[in-house]
């Protein structure tokens, strides 16, 4: 009998922090019928919270600091090494607080996911929480996304909204959010498998690149 496993796409987690997604998506890939497995968590971080998720749920990490390499290229020559070593398919970026060079786009072309808080393409970057209250926005969420070389940029896979309360602070918004983050981050990956890894549409006459002369404004 094939083990159930051999039709899995191979995962490889990258995370930095807390990893309470990768442990959403390592609970949820446990299921018989999850289209993926994940197969190493990648953590640039020694003291990051989701280490200890990867020896609860048994899957293998690999620390890779990135204070140890004096370029970022070089830093994700060592990730992409880790990962083509578990032969990983399909790379997930969940709290990786990294910004993705070339090298790792390379090796992993239009097969990098991220998931970002804030309802894309508004507040990208660092501190979307903050910046959406800042703005005074009534409604924020999350988004899933293909990773491409613009921060915060590709063909979104999925979207979350909520209400964003007067009362509301960093905290409590993001706790919101992330409650949204756990329930669509597992189903957007597993739905881009089932989908072959392809966007239908992404709505945009560039892909969902942007354009450089309007990146540069
Ligand atoms: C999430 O809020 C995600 O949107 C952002 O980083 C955070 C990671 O949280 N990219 P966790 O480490 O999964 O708890």
């Known amino acids: 009998m094939i083990p159930e496993s051999v039709n899995k796409v191979r995962i490889g987690v990258l995370a930095s922090g807390s990893g309470s997604n990768f442990g959403v998506i390592a609970q949820q890939a ?19 919270q989701a280490r200890e998720r990867a020896r609860h749920w048994g ?12 370029h970022r290229e070089d830093h994700d020559r060592a990730v992409v090494a880790a990962l083509q070593q578990q032969r990983v398919e399909l790379v997930v970026m969940a709290g990786w607080m990294r ?8 090796a992993y072309p239009e097969r990098i996911l991220n998931i970002h808080p804030s309802l894309l393409p508004s507040f990208r970057g660092m501190h979307a929480v903050q910046q959406a209250l800042n703005y ?5 969420g999350c988004t899933v996304h293909i ?26 918004l993001q706790q ?13 990956i597993a739905q881009y498998i089932q989908d ?7 709505g945009s006459p560039t ?3 942007i354009p450089a002369t309007l990146d540069q404004q």
Do not use: F
């Open 196 to 202: 072959g890894y392809r966007v239908e549409s992404v």
């Open 176 to 188: 919101r959010i992330q409650i949204e983050e756990h329930r669509i981050y597992p189903e957007a």
């Open 30 to 48: 446990q299921a018989p019928n999850y289209p993926g497995e994940i197969v190493v968590l990648v953590c640039n971080q020694a003291q990051a």
């Open 136 to 140: 005074g926005v009534k409604i924020s």
């Open 99 to 106: 910004v993705a060079t070339p090298v790792l786009l390379a």
């Open 207 to 209: 892909n969902g690149a």
């Open 59 to 70: 899957i293998p990490e690999h620390l890779i600091a990135n204070r140890d390499y004096a």
């Open 147 to 172: 990773v491409r070389l613009e921060v915060d940029s590709g063909p979104i896979l999925a979207q979350a909204a909520i209400p964003v309360y007067p009362a509301d602070t960093v905290t409590s």
